[in-house]
């Protein structure tokens, strides 16, 4: 559930809420070399001033290709090369793109709640099947259950506090 928790984070970091922050980069890919790469591994990721981001890469022979994977990413954002450095400009969200923006997160969220859910039955099933096979008592078992459903709806609060959170920093502007 930790691991959750921690993958809705890094989902809802990389989705642009006006301000410029190197997260938006976190799931870029860059071909190097034949090869997918991260593009955090192939350079380095600044922020200069509240609406750009600076990309430097590591090896300035790889500039065409993570200029080109940023173009593709689908984040909306169109880098300038000066030959040492890609700058992208994050331009200023409309109310319509935050909308837009807000229901993706919504949905993140959902599929999150979701997981942590198919986790709570996973291991329910796992309690039951420990009492069939006469390890744990029906008694342990409810006490289980009800704990885990405690922890649940703990991870489940946590998701909508993470969603409240990022819907207000969507909706500042």
Do not use: H, W
Not at 11 to 19: A, D, K, L, P, Q
Not at 22 to 30: H, N, T
Not at 85 to 98: F, G, H, K
Not at 118 to 129: C, H, L
């Amino acid at each position: 559930m930790e691991k959750t928790l921690e993958t809705i984070k890094t989902n809802f970091n990389s989705i642009r809420t006006g301000r410029a922050s190197p997260a938006f980069l976190d799931r870029v890919e860059v071909e190097y070399y034949g090869s997918p790469v991260n593009l955090k591994s192939l350079a380095q990721v600044s922020v200069p001033d509240g609406g750009t981001l600076l990309v430097q890469p590591y090896d300035k022979s790889s500039l065409k290709s993570i200029e080109k994977a940023i173009s593709k990413s689908n984040l909306g954002l169109t880098p300038s090369n000066d030959g040492n450095v890609i700058r992208l400009s994050i331009p200023q969200l409309t109310s319509e793109r935050r909308k837009e923006l807000l229901k993706v997160v919504a949905k993140i969220a959902e599929e999150g709640k979701i997981a942590i859910r198919n986790i709570r039955r996973d291991a329910i099933k796992a309690y039951e099947k420990l009492e069939k096979e006469k390890k744990l008592s029906e008694d342990n078992v409810k006490d289980l259950s009800g704990d885990l459903q405690k922890v649940t709806d703990e991870f489940i609060k946590k998701v909508d506090s993470l969603y409240k959170q990022k819907e207000k920093e969507l909706m500042t502007v």
